[in-house]
């Protein structure tokens, strides 16, 4: 089945600092990916929406200049979370839409575990 | 710090037994709906889907319920094993909504017994 892998699958750092979080689809061309986020004990909250080659939809409440989202091509959407403080510690999750196939055909990544200090 | 977050209700059964994990949605437009599979550290893995023009459909040792009039969703798992243990999500979706995307319900832990 289709695949769609993260890096890295686990990130430390300090506050302030940025971190970048790679999605990339290995066996497919992705359309749209997703990125989530979600906290421990909770269902998975939708942050953006990302199309290759235009800019991201982000969901109500989430600030596009903190979460960079880049959608560069149709294997890869990269999320930088921009000075990081430890209330972004969390888990973050992309998904794949692949193309030219049904929009029930979401694929999941394994997630990244972010915790900032 | 982290955040305080909802209490996951928690479905302990028996190694053999069936298990049947519900969920209530709000969207009356919903056309598709899935649910998914999340082990601890893990992404959410797909199980099984549902149309709405359907109200059941089968998987291997899984059933999925929907019933529209009351809008709820549930599903079965026959014969739970100890691999089945897990937070279940379901969640939906509206070819009509913009941006064509899943909302995820609030989970539900499994806890298989052995």
């Known amino acids: 089945g289709a695949v769609v892998s993260q890096h890295p699958s686990r990130v430390i750092c300090k506050s302030g600092t940025s971190v970048k979080i790679e999605c990339r689809s290995l066996d497919f061309q992705a359309t749209t990916m997703f990125w989530y986020r979600q906290f421990p004990k909770q269902s998975l909250m939708l942050m953006a929406t990302?199309?290759?080659?235009?800019?991201?939809?982000?969901e109500q409440g989430v600030e596009k200049d903190k979460f960079l989202i880049n959608h560069a091509s149709l294997t890869l959407s990269t999320l930088t979370v921009t000075s990081a403080h430890p209330e972004d510690s969390s888990f973050y999750i992309c998904?794949?839409?692949?193309?030219?196939?049904?929009?029930?055909?979401?694929?999941f990544g394994p997630g990244t575990r972010l915790l900032v200090l | 710090g982290e955040s305080v977050g909802l209490h996951l209700p928690t479905l302990s059964v028996q190694e053999g037994d069936n298990s049947i994990i519900n969920c209530a949605y709000s969207n009356s437009a919903s056309d598709y709906f899935i649910w998914y599979k999340q082990e601890s550290g893990k992404g959410p893995q797909f199980i099984i889907d549902?149309?709405?023009?359907?109200d059941k459909r089968q998987g291997q040792r899984v059933t999925v319920l929907l019933n529209k009039t009351v809008k709820h969703l549930s599903l079965q798992i026959a014969a739970t094993q100890p691999g089945d243990s897990a937070v279940y999500f379901c969640a939906e979706n509206s070819l009509r909504a913009a941006g064509n995307k899943l909302t995820f319900g609030g989970g539900t832990r499994v806890l298989v017994k052995p």
């Open positions: 998904s794949a839409r692949e193309r030219g196939r049904g929009f029930s055909t979401q694929y």
């Open positions: 990302s199309n290759e080659g235009s800019k991201a939809t982000y």
């Open positions: 549902i149309r709405s023009n359907m």
